[in-house]
């Protein structure tokens, strides 16, 4: 009798269940538009979310209809198979976009560019009131624009749209040659935002060093050629400098000569500044992205600055750069770098994980904190022996802040900035090795190291691909993450815990690392 019972009970649930609607994953909500993928290649996740397994992927080009969204993710159906993929690698293709060949107006001065379409994401440049730009798209309330070399977005609420070619820098693959001199002409002047930055005879770190200027300092400015500027140094001098390390502007400029007090730069946007030194105090105000703070005191490892109402707070120096650390690493009597040599080059290694946050942790239990670590010193001895300054983000089993990570290498004045990652997925059966990048300048050196590893490991390439990570987002140098191989596929976890393995992949970053500063020399 109490068999039947139960029988019955299931039997009376599923009849109720039967009769309500279904709510899998079939169910068919209205189209929201349809997304073009930007990436290289993009996975699609059982979930909004990388912590979801790999479904299938898209590569670039490939179109797919928005069913819904998810924070900064997107569900999609493609081929009558639905899927989630991350928002900030596509651009939308539906009739929101706006015509090709108008123009954005900035409608205020300092108008944020940032990295993706979010009031959280990197500030890219900044634009003035009645400055231009190329219009690409428009995705809800953003706009997204090229100008002047960067292609980001801007909040359509500070700009105005005009028909017409924007007077800024076309992007690199839809500009003439006759259009790109155009742009650069539109730029006058050159603002040093570091202490101390070297002006060279070329656009070449291996460059003769013709002197050096100060922060505060602005220049007129001659031309441009890729990342450097030929600034104006005297009636019949001029020089090149990296422009990472300073601001470009439309503005009119004489050369101006200035000791510049010390200050801090903030570096991301709603940076906390606080009543006392310490996380744990309260939050007197917060600063973004470019604000230059005076600094009147310092305790431990934090600054206590003076603010524009007159009161003092504290910031963190590891969210920020300071004109006490040379803007770029000094180099005198250094010898002319040659293909082969790392002579007069600064490279970030910056080990993933540490202490307390310890990484993925393996099917067989291994910790990707130690493997980094491991891997990063291995790197650094080949680096050193090519003639490099290396700078290490951690040396033990200590956790270092990440925005501390990246503040480290502005400091520094590093050339590159490579972050050294082993991955993980529900998947055990994904397998490879990756090198994300976030911004455009970034990608070069991401598909040099790839190359590299590539050439020396036997695993699956997984390529180089667009990757959302802080220390790429929020760093204006060349930075690469690479993930060296999945911890949670137990046959690849067993490879990637041996020495011969560790040995390779450094001898494999190493050598893109050269190929790239033999590229630089070329040019």
């Known amino acids: 009798?109490?068999?039947?019972?139960?029988?019955?009970?299931?039997?009376?649930?599923?009849?109720?269940?039967?009769?309500?609607?279904?709510?899998?994953?079939?169910?068919?909500?209205?189209?929201?538009?349809?997304?073009e993928i930007s990436g290289t290649t993009i996975n699609i996740r059982s979930g909004p979310g990388l912590s979801y397994s790999v479904t299938g992927d898209l590569e670039q080009g490939q179109a797919a209809s928005v069913i819904s969204k998810q924070g900064d993710w997107l569900e999609i159906r493609v081929d009558n198979q639905e899927g989630w993929i991350a928002s900030w690698l596509t651009t939308a293709t539906d009739a929101d976009q706006t015509a090709s060949g108008q123009t954005a107006v900035s409608s205020v001065n300092g108008l944020n560019v940032r990295a993706?379409?979010?009031l959280s994401a990197a500030v890219l440049t900044k634009m003035n009131a009645g400055e231009e730009a190329e219009v690409i798209s428009t995705t809800g309330e953003w706009i997204e624009i090229?100008?002047?070399?960067?292609?980001g977005f801007v909040s359509k609420q500070y700009i105005s749209l005009a028909e017409g070619t924007a007077d800024s820098e076309q992007s690199a693959d839809k500009t003439e040659p006759s259009q790109k001199k155009d742009a650069i002409s539109k730029v006058s002047s050159f603002e040093v935002a570091v202490s101390a930055l070297n002006v060279r005879s070329k656009?070449?770190?291996?460059?003769?060093?013709?002197?050096?200027v100060?922060?505060?300092?602005?220049?007129?400015?001659?031309?441009?050629?890729?990342?450097?500027?030929?600034?104006?140094?005297?009636?019949?001098?001029?020089?090149?400098?990296?422009?990472?390390?300073?601001?470009?502007?439309?503005?009119?400029?004489?050369?101006?000569?200035?000791?510049?007090?010390?200050?801090?730069?903030i570096l991301t946007d709603g940076t906390n500044l606080r009543t006392e030194a310490s996380t744990?105090?309260?939050?007197?105000?917060?600063?973004?992205?470019?604000?230059?703070?005076?600094?009147?005191?310092?305790?431990?490892?934090?600054?206590?600055?003076?603010?524009?109402?007159?009161?003092?707070?504290?910031?963190?120096?590891?969210?920020?750069?300071?004109?006490?650390?040379?803007?770029?690493?000094?180099?005198?009597d250094l010898p002319e770098r040659k293909k082969g040599t790392l002579n007069g080059i600064t490279i970030v290694l910056d080990p993933g994980h540490g202490g307390n946050d310890g990484g993925t942790v393996g099917a067989r239990k291994t910790k990707e904190k130690d493997l980094t670590l491991k891997t990063a010193e291995i790197l650094s001895h080949h680096l050193k022996a090519a003639g490099a300054e290396v700078v290490t983000t951690r040396q033990s089993d200590t956790y270092v802040d990440l925005r501390k990570?990246?503040?480290?290498s502005q400091q520094a004045g590093a050339d590159a900035f490579i972050s050294i990652h082993y991955d993980a997925t529900d998947d055990s059966s994904v397998s490879g090795f990756t090198s994300y990048y976030q911004h455009d300048f970034q990608k070069e050196l991401a598909e040099y190291l790839n190359s590299g590893l590539g050439g020396k490991l036997s695993l699956r390439d997984r390529g180089v691909q667009h990757g959302n990570y802080l220390v790429l987002r929020e760093n204006q140098l060349p930075a690469v993450l690479v993930e060296l191989g999945f911890l949670s596929n137990f046959?690849?976890?067993?490879?990637?815990?041996?020495?011969?393995?560790?040995?390779q992949a450094a001898l494999g970053l190493y050598t893109g690392i050269i190929n790239y500063f033999d590229a630089q020399l070329a040019q």
């Open 1 to 35: 009798m109490k068999r039947k019972g139960s029988i019955a009970l299931i039997l009376f649930f599923l009849f109720i269940a039967g009769s309500l609607p279904l709510l899998d994953k079939d169910h068919v909500q209205a189209d929201t538009g349809t997304v």
């Open 116 to 118: 993706q379409a979010d």
């Open 146 to 151: 090229s100008f002047r070399n960067t292609r």
């Open 203 to 212: 656009p070449d770190l291996s460059s003769k060093i013709q002197q050096k």
């Open 214 to 265: 100060n922060q505060g300092q602005v220049f007129p400015v001659v031309s441009m050629t890729g990342n450097w500027v030929e600034i104006k140094l005297a009636e019949d001098k001029n020089g090149w400098v990296y422009a990472f390390h300073g601001q470009l502007s439309d503005q009119t400029a004489e050369t101006v000569e200035s000791d510049a007090k010390e200050s801090v730069t």
């Open 280 to 332: 744990a105090s309260e939050v007197a105000s917060r600063a973004d992205a470019g604000d230059k703070l005076a600094v009147t005191g310092k305790q431990n490892e934090w600054y206590q600055v003076s603010l524009p109402d007159g009161q003092t707070a504290f910031v963190a120096e590891w969210v920020v750069s300071s004109n006490d650390a040379a803007g770029e690493k000094e180099q005198t």
């Open 405 to 408: 990570r990246v503040s480290e």
């Open 491 to 503: 046959n690849e976890e067993r490879v990637l815990t041996t020495n011969q393995f560790r040995e």
